[in-house]
């Protein structure tokens, strides 16, 4: 069974409005934390923002939020005002106390497209 | 800081070659990994390391070796290259892997390979 499911293969928005990423998770464990990153056409990875499994409060970065709700087991970007550099692959990513390590276990992405 | 680098940027090989992706960060982190990315497949580890000396497999191990012999650097080693090794390789590296750590992992700019 996948660990992390991102359901939306793709997805467009208008320029200036908020777009939803999907993401939900599958863990046994207590303790974990959620990532998410953005990849551009160049390729790297950028690290967006991060929830722990114990905040009490959905973690802010900027224009990024992400939607905690633990009992349905999904942790949601939220991008507010998007841009035409927010084009790119975004990718939700997990870390487990167990497994190797703590090392991350990705989705597979969605393909935000922004349009002007 | 240079952050994470990797060398080569791209390669291309024959089947039954073998090579060794280079990977390098002067953060003096004592967490590295390698991760693959696919097309469709998200990023998939397969080696880490906790430190020098300490290495272990990921979740798609077979056909590569590491070693870590420094803190900061992490080759990745081909052994014999097949068409189905054809990806983009990531590096990356931590302070710490800890269970609901906030710690992110910072990536390298990724190697494309192609096997001929």
């Known amino acids: 069974a996948q660990k992390i499911t991102q359901t939306q293969p793709g997805m467009f928005v208008q320029e200036k409005e908020a777009v939803t990423l999907d993401c939900t998770y599958d863990t046994s464990d207590p303790s974990y934390g959620l990532f998410w990153y953005k990849q551009p056409s160049s390729g790297e990875m950028i690290f967006l923002i991060y929830?722990?499994?114990?905040?009490?409060q959905n973690a802010t970065e900027g224009r990024y939020s992400l939607n905690f709700q633990k009992a349905r087991k999904s942790a949601n970007l939220v991008i507010s005002a998007s841009q035409l550099g927010d084009s790119a692959m975004y990718f939700c990513a997990m870390r487990e106390a167990g497994g190797s390590q703590g090392n991350l276990i990705f989705g597979k992405g969605t393909k935000l497209s922004v349009k002007p | 800081n240079a952050g994470v680098t990797q060398t080569p940027k791209f390669q291309v090989l024959k089947t039954g070659q073998s090579m060794t992706l280079q990977c390098a960060q002067d953060?003096?982190?004592?967490?590295m990994s390698w991760y693959r990315q696919d097309p469709g497949m998200g990023l998939r580890l397969i080696h880490y390391s906790v430190g020098a000396g300490i290495t272990d497999q990921g979740e798609v191990p077979n056909g590569y070796n590491v070693s870590r012999s420094t803190t900061e650097d992490f080759p990745l080693r081909l052994l014999s290259a097949a068409p189905s090794q054809t990806s983009v390789y990531f590096c990356?590296?931590?302070?710490?892997?800890?269970?609901?750590?906030?710690?992110?992992?910072?990536f390298g700019p990724g190697t494309r390979l192609l096997v001929l």
């Open positions: 953060m003096n982190h004592e967490y």
């Open positions: 990356a590296s931590s302070y710490s892997l800890l269970a609901g750590g906030r710690e992110t992992q910072y």
């Open positions: 929830q722990g499994s114990y905040d009490q």
